[in-house]
């Protein structure tokens, strides 16, 4: 298994990313996190280890440059600026394209919290490079008219606590059509952490990427 570090030529001075690409990786993953996180997420590294069980490659990035993360730390309003988040997504699945150890892979997108609306939105924009997409936590509905376009198949898991969220993905099931699936996992709050619920997520997330990337 290869672990390296990567300054990905996006958003002036690049962002720091963290790759991991097991032998013979059937997929690549590449991770959006949610509101004020990183991609030091103890959450989302947990989903990436079980993925790399499962032969499946993840790109772990920060969306936001160090300026940046510091001005939203302040004012909390870079981290819902989908819009931008979305683009630097596009973006990175593009540069990644033309990564020699992982371009020829089947890209998926895991997106958490706000991060799963730009994962979303990003996906949209790729219909022919992102082959699927699993929300943990998500709000999709923050994507707005661009659940409509989304080709990719899209796993919705949601808390069964988290009663809110669910309403949101079920608003946001009825615009994604066929492509989509929401499943709740029982006794799971909003960040999963309850024993065993976040396994759930990885194990199911996992499956998703290995029944639906394209081989």
Same mark, same amino acid.
């Given at each position: 298994?290869?672990?390296?570090? /990567? ?14 690409? &097991? ?14 996180? #990183?991609? !030091?997420?103890?959450?989302? *590294? ?26 939203? /730390?302040? *004012? /909390? ?29 089947? *890209?998926?997108?895991?997106?958490? #919290? ?17 082959? /699927?997409?699993? #929300? ?16 990719? &198949? ?20 009825? !615009? ?37 990337? &394209?081989?």
């Amino acid at each position: 298994m290869e672990t390296r570090e /990567a300054l990905i030529p996006v958003a002036g001075d690049g962002l720091p990313a963290d790759l991991v690409i &097991p032998d013979d990786p059937v997929g690549m993953v590449l991770f959006a996190h949610g509101s004020g996180s #990183s991609r !030091k997420s103890p959450r989302n *590294t947990a989903v990436a280890r079980v993925l790399h069980e499962r032969a499946l490659a993840t790109v772990l990035v920060d969306l936001l440059t160090e300026a940046e993360d510091r001005v939203d /730390a302040r *004012t /909390a309003e870079l981290r819902f600026d989908i819009g931008m988040l979305a683009d630097r997504l596009a973006a990175i699945v593009d540069w990644m394209a033309g990564q020699p150890e992982v371009g020829p892979l089947p *890209t998926g997108l895991f997106g958490a #919290s706000t991060g799963a609306a730009a994962a979303l939105v990003a996906a949209a924009a790729r219909p022919d490079r992102v082959g /699927a997409v699993v #929300s943990r936590g998500g709000r999709p509905d923050l994507a707005c008219a661009a659940l409509q376009r989304v080709q990719a &198949p899209t796993l919705l898991l949601v808390g069964g606590l988290d009663e809110q969220v669910i309403t949101l993905n079920e608003e946001a099931l009825v !615009k994604l059509g066929e492509v989509a699936e929401l499943r709740v996992v029982p006794g799971a709050t909003h960040l999963f952490e309850e024993p065993g619920t976040l396994e759930q997520v990885a194990d199911q997330a996992a499956t998703w990427f290995e029944l639906h990337l &394209p081989r």
